[in-house]
Structure formats: C-alpha cells, structure tokens
C-alpha cells in the first residue's frame, strides 16, 4: 500500500492506495521535472502545503513567527526532494 497526500487548503488528506492500483499512476522523470521544477526564490503561491507558523498541536514546525511552505522538487532523471522555505 501506498500512502498518498494532497493538500487542500490549511488541511492535508491522505490515502492508502492499493499497490495494484500505483501503475496507472505513474509519471516519468521528465514529466515529475516538468511539473515540480527547481526554482530560487520561491514565494508563497509555489507551496503545494503551508505550516502555520505558532499553529496548535502536531509537530512544533518552526521556532518563529514565521510560516513554512514545502513543496516538492524534480530534476529530468527523477530525482524529487520535498524542499520547504519560511514564507
């Protein structure tokens, strides 16, 4: 089983997506490239998930007031990293 997120405004929805499903969604390296580039400078509109900074509960995402965008990141041989930034 694979363990899928998507994040929906301030909340993020995981599914468990059965391995014989996992196929007929894949997307090659030059795809993932494609859709998660590599950028410098990111803003706030590049986040696919924003940790509010001070939010109640969970993990302790960040010691500052500010918050933290992630969002994920994919070089042409399909080499992806979830990267995040203070945003």
Same mark, same amino acid.
């Given at each position: 089983?694979?363990?899928?997120?998507?994040?929906?405004?301030?909340?993020?929805?995981?599914?468990?997506?059965?391995?014989?499903?996992?196929?007929?969604? =894949?997307?090659?390296?030059? %795809? $993932? +490239?494609?859709?998660?580039?590599?950028?410098?400078?990111? *803003?706030?509109? @590049? =986040?696919?998930?924003?940790? %509010? $900074? +001070?939010?109640?509960?969970?993990?302790?995402?960040?010691? *500052?007031?500010? @918050?933290?965008?992630?969002?994920?990141?994919?070089?042409?041989?399909?080499?992806?990293?979830?990267?995040?930034?203070?945003?």
């Amino acid at each position: 089983m694979a363990i899928v997120s998507r994040p929906d405004g301030e909340k993020v929805t995981l599914y468990d997506i059965p391995d014989s499903e996992l196929e007929k969604y =894949a997307i090659s390296p030059e %795809k $993932a +490239g494609e859709m998660f580039p590599k950028k410098d400078n990111r *803003s706030r509109s @590049d =986040a696919a998930a924003v940790a %509010k $900074a +001070g939010s109640q509960g969970g993990d302790v995402q960040a010691y *500052s007031n500010q @918050d933290i965008c992630y969002a994920w990141e994919c070089d042409g041989y399909g080499n992806c990293v979830y990267v995040w930034w203070y945003c």
